[in-house]
Each structure stands twice: as C-alpha cells, then as structure tokens.
C-alpha cells in the first residue's frame, strides 16, 4: 500500500471503535477506490520444492545467512544489490551489462511464464529498475531496495526532527506528487501492468477460512503461511485468538494507493490485508487516526493500536511478506509480498 525512502520506510470515517468493522473497512475501501498502492518466484508448480525455491525459503527462514547468489559467483562485477533480487526471484534470469554510454548497468531480466518466455530489460538506476525511456525521471523514484525495520519503534522515542519528517511525508501533497516506489519491476515479473493483464492471473483461494483473490505465483506462500499459523495455534493462543476473531481476509483489488497515482500492491494481487471481527478502541489503520487528530496522530501508543500477534507477524516475514505495521505511517491490518526486503533486512549485521 505505502512504502517509503531509506529514510522514512513506507477516510473520512468515525473512530474504529464507534463502527461495526464491516462498515469501517468498506468506507476504507471505497475511499481509497474512488481517490483512484517478495514475489513467489515465478516457477512450474512441479518447482515448488525444487532446490532454488528450497534456498529462498531458507534465506528466510535465516538457516542460510549467505546472501549471494548461488547460481551467479561473478557478483563483484553486479551493482551492488543485484545479488538480493537474484536470491529473492530464483528463477527468473538476470543479465546485467555495463552501458558506457548511459554510465548505468542494463539489466535484462528472463521471466519463465508457463510455458514461454517473456524479456524486460531496465536500467539499474541506483535499484530502481527503470526503463531506459524514464531514466529522466529517476529523481521520481524510489529504491525499491529500504531498510524494513526489524523492531517496531515506540512512538513515544520519535524526536521532533522525526515527527516533522512523518507529518511531511505523511501529507496528501506529498503522497500525490513526491517521490515514490517504481513499478516497472513488478509490472514484468507479475504481468500487471494493467487490468486486463493482471486479472489473467488473479485466482480465488481460501486462507485461514476466508475466500479471497491474489496473484497465482504468491497462492504456494499463501497456504505455506496458513499451515504456519495453524500449528503455531496449538501452541501459542495469541496465534488462536487471532484465528478465531479473524473477520474477512482481502486480496486483489485494482486501485491506487489513496491520494497517489501509483498502484496498490493489492491492484498486483500481491497485498493481503486481515480485518478482525472487532478491535475495540484501538486504531487499526494511521489515516483513520489522523482525521481526528491530524498533528499528532503518528504518536498513538503501540498500546492503542490493534495489531496481529507477534507470531502472525514473524511467519508472514519469514515467508516474505513484510508487515505495514512498521511504517511511519502505518498499515496494521496490511501484509504485501517482497521477499527482496526481507533478505535485504536480514543480509545486514
């Protein structure tokens, strides 16, 4: 949904705890429709247990700290960084060339799609990848490679430098017109450039008991995560009680990212977000909050917001989801697929 720079990672509606949860996401819903934001590798579905899949999962799970990629040992002459989306995307082909003429690494990518074979070719453009057309606008733009914080920072510790960063970056004209993740990327990894082409591959699935619609290439995860969270629920009844409180899980839906005009990694099918039957008093979502007290509403109390239970968090991440609970501007019920920030997180000492 929103993500942010290195530096700041990534409805008009009544307060949470006043409205059924039905009726508070739907506003949520068709607010953000109206204002107009790690895959699976792409793979045979024989491949799931294959051994560049089984080397992802263990990067992330951390029994494989190495960070290299296996299948590629002239890593020093790749731009640094190359290495994380080689390790997040297995089967898909990575060529990088030096262009001396545009000083930038040319990056070719070979994405397997069933049973052809489907060419994009970017411009590294300091771990953009942008086409050679937009490499004008690389000031636009995003890294997509940012520091996913590994700990949930206490509001309370934000200094005040902090706040005034979170307000400006947090404002409806800078989320329309400042920079932002590109999304040229997951355009040909996932074929979602558009409606039509992403819709080709938005398939119905169940997770935890509830029907929703992702992208195909992330169902595997979905239910390696669902089978996660089940036998953690015999153990933990944190884990349970989120089970069993869970209300509605949503998946693919085409819009932007609210006050932007870039997509929604829900538009991709890559975004699930989990609504809970009820949630009290607590604040689910940061604009929610804001409507109510726009100043200081990046200083709500971890305590007063509703967030899944640490060991839902740790099997989303540990399968490459990362969590919008840890940006600034904060998405508690949102999980978005990114493996390459989960290895890039864990790659650091």
């Given at each position: 949904m929103k993500t942010a720079s290195d530096t700041l990672a990534s409805t008009m509606c009544k307060p949470p705890g006043t409205m059924?949860?039905?009726?508070?996401?739907f506003i949520f819903i068709l607010v953000a429709s109206m204002s107009r934001l790690y895959s699976m590798p792409v793979f045979d579905k024989t491949d799931i247990n294959g051994q560049k899949t089984q080397a992802l999962q263990e990067k992330l799970s951390g029994q494989n700290k190495a960070t290299l990629s296996s299948h590629n040992k002239k890593t020093q002459s790749l731009p640094d960084g190359l290495e994380i989306f080689m390790d997040a995307y297995p089967d898909i082909s990575f060529t990088a060339e030096y262009d001396d003429d545009l000083s930038d690494w040319k990056i070719t990518l070979k994405i397997p799609e069933n049973q052809t074979m489907s060419t994009a070719e970017f411009y590294w453009a300091?771990?953009?990848?942008?086409?050679r057309e937009h490499l004008g606008d690389k000031q636009k733009h995003w890294t997509l490679l940012y520091n996913y914080a590994k700990e949930l920072k206490d509001p309370s510790t934000y200094t005040q430098e902090e706040i005034e960063r979170i307000r400006l970056f947090s404002s409806a004209d800078n989320r329309q017109n400042g920079s932002g993740t590109p999304q040229y990327f997951f355009d040909a990894v996932y074929d979602c450039k558009t409606r039509g082409a992403v819709e080709r591959h938005i398939k119905k699935t169940s997770f935890l008991g509830k029907i929703l619609n992702v992208h195909e290439k992330i169902i595997p995860v979905l239910k390696k995560i669902e089978s996660e969270i089940n036998e953690a629920s015999q153990t933990d009844n944190a884990?349970?009680?989120?089970?069993?409180d869970l209300y509605q899980a949503d998946g693919y839906l085409w819009r932007n990212i609210r006050d932007s005009n870039r997509k929604s990694f829900h538009a991709m099918g890559l975004a699930v977000d989990v609504l809970p039957k009820r949630w009290g008093h607590k604040i689910i979502y940061w604009n929610w909050q804001a409507q109510h007290d726009p100043q200081n509403w990046m200083l709500t109390p971890l305590s007063e917001r509703w967030m899944p239970p640490d060991g839902v968090i740790k099997i989303f991440e540990d399968n490459g989801f990362i969590w919008g609970g840890k940006w600034p501007i904060w998405d508690n019920m949102h999980f978005e697929y990114r493996p390459e920030l989960i290895l890039y997180q864990r790659s650091k000492k």
């Open positions: 059924k949860p039905f009726a508070a996401y300091d771990g953009s990848f942008l086409p884990v349970q009680a989120f089970i069993d």
